[in-house]
């Protein structure tokens, strides 16, 4: 238990600090672009990229979250996310999965916001971008429930928030399966849509590597010490551990870019789940059902085996979305929604789910 309140007081406070680094740091730096969403609208991913910096166009663009609908494919993807350096989404799912730290490496940093009249400008981490057809469509700002930075972390409130989260959008009822009514979620949705004349701005520019850290002397075994050495006996399991993550990690990701919205599955669900190590299948009502994909994770010493997973929702074996893992905003359905029971607790109601509705794919 103490490990999983941990995680969610660490994927909060991750949240926030990202977000108020974007915030604060970036205006105090060279100007950064600004666009008005009105002069935006209508073009692709790279050409509002490019609109907005002047970056490395090979730079991949993975939409986080991309639906079906009557009027064509929906594809979400956060302002910060749509600027990314691979290096940097790299080392953010690192950081996801509690990766062991790597050596530095350079990469290209882009600060993003959206800037309202005269207001705070809204950090790029809270503003997601959606895409109809392959073309913007709108824009929309943070939840009001996090437009504001959380109280103190205090230990009792993280619990009962991680025990009771907060209700999804991306649910209907407690207990369903995420999206079991597809586009609809759009009505529980409370991001506010952006006016048109509301900018989108990037300010980016290439990182410097961190100062050395200097390290007072080190006499003695202090708690940390004595805390290792507890586990050392586990410590055993850890190379065929990491030599699974890598495996899941490669596995799952060629499997993953394999599925697009809108293709039949070449097998029915079960089957496909059954025919591919880390893939779970979880059946629904009336021939819906959503597919867990393991991803694994990178080289780590952190027993608990902290993973990255993917989310595909389909119906009568046709892919209807899929929802990339991440770990800091709302823009898409996450594998713990699979961990929430019919009285709106975090449970375990479906395999994989453990503890205080903590996923493990």
Not at 241 to 247: G, I, P, Y
Request: hydrophobic share 45%; glycine share 8%.
């Amino acid at each position: 238990m103490a490990g999983a309140l941990g995680r969610a007081m660490r994927l909060v406070a991750l949240g926030w600090a990202a977000a108020m680094l974007c915030a604060t740091a970036a205006w105090a730096q060279t100007p950064a672009r600004s666009v008005a969403i009105s002069d935006l609208m209508g073009l692709g991913p790279a050409e509002v990229r490019a609109r907005l910096a002047d970056i490395d166009p090979a730079w991949p663009i993975q939409p986080m979250f991309e639906i079906a609908s009557p009027d064509g494919a929906l594809s979400f993807v956060s302002l910060d996310q749509l600027m990314i350096d691979p290096v940097a989404a790299r080392r953010l799912a690192m950081y996801r999965t509690y990766a062991d730290p790597v050596a530095w490496e350079p990469y290209v940093e882009c600060r993003t916001a959206a800037q309202r009249d005269d207001r705070a400008p809204t950090p790029g981490v809270m503003v997601a971008l959606m895409f109809r057809g392959g073309r913007l469509a709108g824009a929309f700002g943070a939840p009001p429930d996090t437009e504001r930075p959380p109280p103190a972390m205090d230990p009792a409130v993280a619990q009962a928030r991680q025990r009771h989260p907060p209700v999804s959008p991306f649910t209907a009822h407690a207990g369903d399966l995420p999206l079991e009514d597809g586009v609809a979620f759009l009505s529980r949705w409370t991001r506010p849509q952006l006016a048109p004349g509301v900018r989108l701005s990037a300010v980016c520019a290439p990182t410097p590597p961190p100062a050395p850290i200097q390290r007072a002397p080190h006499h003695g075994l202090d708690a940390s010490d004595w805390q290792g050495l507890s586990l050392l006996p586990f410590a055993v399991g850890l190379p065929a551990m990491n030599r699974q993550r890598e495996e899941a990690r490669v596995r799952g990701t060629a499997l993953l870019q394999s599925l697009h919205v809108g293709d039949a599955l070449p097998a029915p669900v079960e089957r496909f789940a059954a025919q591919h190590p880390g893939v779970r299948a979880y059946r629904g009502q009336a021939g819906y059902a959503v597919l867990s994909i393991d991803l694994g994770g990178y080289p780590t010493r952190n027993l608990s085996n902290f993973k990255d997973a993917a989310l595909v929702g389909l119906r009568n074996d046709r892919i209807e979305w899929i929802s990339q893992p991440s770990g800091l905003d709302s823009v898409g359905p996450r594998p713990s929604l699979l961990c929430i029971d019919t009285d709106g607790d975090a449970a375990a109601p479906r395999k994989g789910c453990h503890g205080w509705g903590q996923f493990t794919p």
